[in-house]
């Protein structure tokens, strides 16, 4: 089975920094677009950021120049540098990942479990 495991949320000060990881486990062949969505109370899902396997970022524009996206792919592996957090960005946060599970071009997408952040004084 392939499991995503995010680590990193907690509680910071507006203004502060966090940094999550997600880490990609299990049987599978690659990891192809990965991402990082999050979802509050009473509001549906969104696109936080998402990275494709070489690299190419795309932020939502309520995170462009404050969050980073990255991907270490010999460690299966992403990550989002949050900076500048706002009261806002308090939400769970979900990993996902596109895999491709067999060389014949089997894929499907996982979610992690979520991670907490809550940014308050």
């Known amino acids: 089975q392939v499991q995503l495991v995010e680590s990193g949320g907690g509680l910071v000060q507006p203004g502060g920094s966090l940094t999550l990881s997600c880490a990609v486990s299990?049987?599978?062949?690659?990891?192809?677009?990965m991402g990082w969505y999050r979802q509050a109370p009473g509001i549906q899902r969104e696109l936080v950021a998402d990275?494709?396997?070489?690299?190419?970022?795309n932020y939502d524009d309520s995170v462009k120049g404050r969050f980073t996206i990255s991907r270490d792919n010999a460690k299966n592996t992403i990550f989002l540098q949050m900076t500048n957090l706002r009261p806002d960005d308090t939400a769970v946060y979900f990993c996902?990942?596109?895999?491709?599970?067999?060389?014949?071009?089997?894929?499907?997408?996982?979610w992690g479990q979520g991670t907490q952040v809550t940014v308050s004084s």
């Open positions: 990275i494709t396997r070489g690299g190419t970022a």
């Open positions: 996902n990942a596109d895999v491709t599970l067999t060389l014949i071009g089997t894929n499907r997408d996982y």
């Open positions: 299990g049987s599978f062949f690659s990891l192809r677009v």
